[in-house]
């Protein structure tokens, strides 16, 4: 069973149903796969951290000993509880179908039938025979982990700056989202730094402005950065940018959103402007930080709404083959770089 809307998986994760034995939480950023299994663990088991409950193995456990996982699924709680086995993997084939065949047993009540099996694992494949072991149990839940989505990301600044008692304005907000790193682990440090920049307490909420020395520290290759000057005309600035950015991490579904994302901005900005707004008052409204204006307002005098429109397919196709299991992301994110910024020459930029 797959479980892949964000209310679905809280909700399982919050209270998971009794017929539920197993659970495969797998994908790209290991942050969030680690913190969902941490809240699962803490429902199915008394004592999560506890090791009389918890048995904690790894690839490398079952790579050297093939039967220690399913010896492990077998065993009964020392203590009484109700037994965890939790397994992380990463991507070796020997160990893939050893985990499919003890989560296969285990789900058919062949071992103990009091434990839960959790496993963690990076971004599985569709071959995965794991993957296709849980996802066709009724017995097995299998919750895939996508990279956050804007909304996502805004929800978790403002919950993590609120615990601090500071906050920001919208446009601070909108500014901060579109520069924090993608990897949520990463992201919530940032955000912890943030909180101690504002001053924990003091009951601040910062404006763009007030971000300018924050956010002085980020890299300059950043993927907003490479979508500007692929809109702006810039090739070879923006394609060094999402290479800069690809080594440092960030992957090609990112640098393509980071692209729809500007052109987004744009659209809000023409629109505006078309309803009779300053061209100021409208890069303000967008969520245009101060110093990119002067480069914004040359891009927005240039494109228009049925520009914008052409290039939006080429967006939303980027970012769908972009998530097709096996796809060369960072090329594709690159190509659409260079269909952008081909126009935007075409337009004078």
């Not at 769908?320 to 930029?349: F, M, N, Q, V, Y």
Request: proline share 4%; net charge negative.
């Amino acid at each position: 069973m797959i479980l892949s809307k964000r209310a679905e998986v809280d909700r399982f994760l919050a209270s998971p149903t009794p017929d539920i034995r197993a659970a495969v939480i797998y994908g790209r950023d290991r942050a969030i796969v680690h913190e969902r299994a941490d809240a699962l663990a803490a429902k199915v088991a008394v004592r999560p951290d506890d090791p009389f409950d918890v048995a904690l193995v790894t690839e490398g456990d079952i790579d050297g000993d093939p039967a220690r996982l399913q010896d492990e699924l077998s065993a009964m709680s020392l203590m009484g509880g109700r037994r965890l086995v939790r397994l992380r993997l990463d991507e070796k084939a020997s160990v893939d179908k050893s985990a499919a065949e003890a989560l296969k047993a285990h789900v058919e009540g062949l071992l103990n039938p009091d434990a839960f099996f959790l496993i963690e694992a990076g971004a599985l494949g569709r071959e995965s025979g794991l993957r296709k072991a849980a996802e066709a149990s009724k017995g097995a839940v299998v919750i895939p982990c996508y990279e956050d989505e804007a909304g996502d990301v805004a929800r978790m600044i403002r919950e993590g700056l609120a615990k601090d008692k500071v906050g920001l304005t919208n446009e601070a907000l909108e500014l901060l989202r579109a520069r924090l790193p993608h990897e949520r682990g990463v992201a919530r440090q940032e955000i912890e730094r943030l909180a101690l920049f504002l001053g924990p307490g003091s009951g601040m909420v910062a404006t763009p402005e007030d971000l300018e020395d924050f956010l002085g520290v980020e890299p300059e290759a950043s993927l907003a950065d490479a979508a500007s000057d692929a809109f702006g005309g810039r090739l070879g600035a923006a394609q060094a940018g999402l290479r800069r950015a690809a080594a440092e991490g960030e992957a090609g579904p990112a640098a393509v959103r980071a692209m729809g994302f500007h052109l987004g901005r744009l659209r809000r900005t023409l629109t505006l402007m078309k309803s009779g707004a300053g061209a100021q008052e409208a890069a303000k409204a967008s969520g245009i930080f101060w110093k990119n204006e002067k480069e914004f307002l040359r891009q927005a005098r240039a494109w228009t709404l049925p520009m914008l429109d052409d290039i939006q397919p080429e967006v939303l196709g980027a970012d769908k083959a972009c998530k097709t299991a096996g796809s060369p992301d960072h090329l594709i994110a690159e190509r659409l770089a260079l269909t952008i910024a081909g126009r935007a020459r075409r337009l004078g930029l």
